[in-house]
């Protein structure tokens, strides 16, 4: 064993992590132009968990954030009129968090463009690649004994409007980039 080696390829990961999260983010707020990354996946979590339990803290939960920094996004957005904070049934010293009618439209945009940033983003990655990648991210946030609590289960969020034929174009267009994606990559 080198122990030097681990070190550095810890270190490595480590620093390039960072850099990645922080050039995604970045990327991503451009891309998304109504709502910031950080924003966006707020109201993920949100549309993630059941309608009685989307807490501060649950939202934090889900991002692996603070409760401040959830509630920082929160207000923004609730300025904006993409949610409101309304006190919780459950719990009295708690609120919850609910998606507007203007946040459900802003989602649809932006969840559209999400999905193409998402194929751009791992547009070199196979899908053996991306479960891969997946499995080390979810050992590796376990580190300090917590599990992720990801958003593998469908949202809960109900749309006003029936959206499928929005869907199904998107995702006619998503499977066209990603086979021309996977073309490219194997005609190198």
Same mark, same amino acid.
Do not use: C
């Given at each position: 064993?080198?122990?030097?080696?681990?070190?550095?390829?810890?270190?490595?990961?480590?620093?390039?992590?960072?850099?990645?999260?922080?050039?995604?983010?970045?990327? *991503?707020?451009?891309?998304?132009?109504?709502?910031?990354?950080?924003?966006?996946?707020?109201?993920?979590?949100?549309?993630?968990?059941?309608?009685?339990?989307?807490?501060?803290?649950?939202?934090?939960?889900?991002?692996?954030?603070?409760?401040?920094?959830? $509630?920082?996004?929160?207000?923004?957005?609730?300025?904006?009129?993409?949610?409101?904070?309304?006190?919780?049934? &459950?719990?009295?010293?708690?609120?919850?968090?609910?998606?507007?009618?203007?946040? &459900?439209?802003?989602?649809?945009?932006?969840?559209?463009?999400?999905?193409?940033?998402?194929? &751009?983003?791992? $547009?070199?990655?196979?899908?053996?690649?991306?479960?891969?990648?997946?499995?080390?991210?979810? #050992?590796?946030?376990?580190?300090? *004994?917590?599990?992720?609590? *990801?958003?593998?289960?469908?949202?809960?969020?109900?749309?006003? #409007?029936?959206?499928?034929?929005?869907?199904?174009?998107?995702?006619?267009?998503?499977? &066209?980039?990603?086979?021309?994606?996977?073309?490219?990559?194997?005609?190198?």
């Amino acid at each position: 064993m080198d122990i030097y080696r681990e070190l550095f390829l810890m270190q490595q990961a480590y620093g390039t992590l960072f850099s990645l999260a922080n050039k995604i983010q970045v990327k *991503g707020d451009k891309y998304f132009e109504l709502l910031t990354s950080r924003q966006y996946m707020a109201i993920v979590a949100i549309a993630h968990l059941p309608e009685d339990e989307t807490t501060l803290n649950n939202i934090a939960r889900k991002l692996g954030t603070t409760k401040q920094s959830v $509630k920082q996004l929160i207000t923004i957005m609730e300025n904006k009129g993409y949610v409101n904070v309304v006190p919780s049934r &459950k719990d009295k010293r708690a609120v919850n968090v609910k998606i507007t009618n203007t946040g &459900k439209d802003v989602l649809l945009v932006v969840a559209e463009k999400g999905i193409f940033f998402l194929e &751009k983003l791992f $547009k070199n990655l196979t899908t053996e690649d991306l479960e891969t990648m997946w499995d080390l991210l979810r #050992k590796l946030y376990s580190f300090d *004994g917590e599990e992720h609590d *990801g958003f593998e289960a469908d949202g809960n969020l109900q749309m006003d #409007k029936p959206n499928i034929e929005l869907q199904t174009r998107v995702m006619k267009e998503f499977e &066209k980039r990603r086979v021309q994606s996977n073309n490219n990559g194997n005609e190198m």
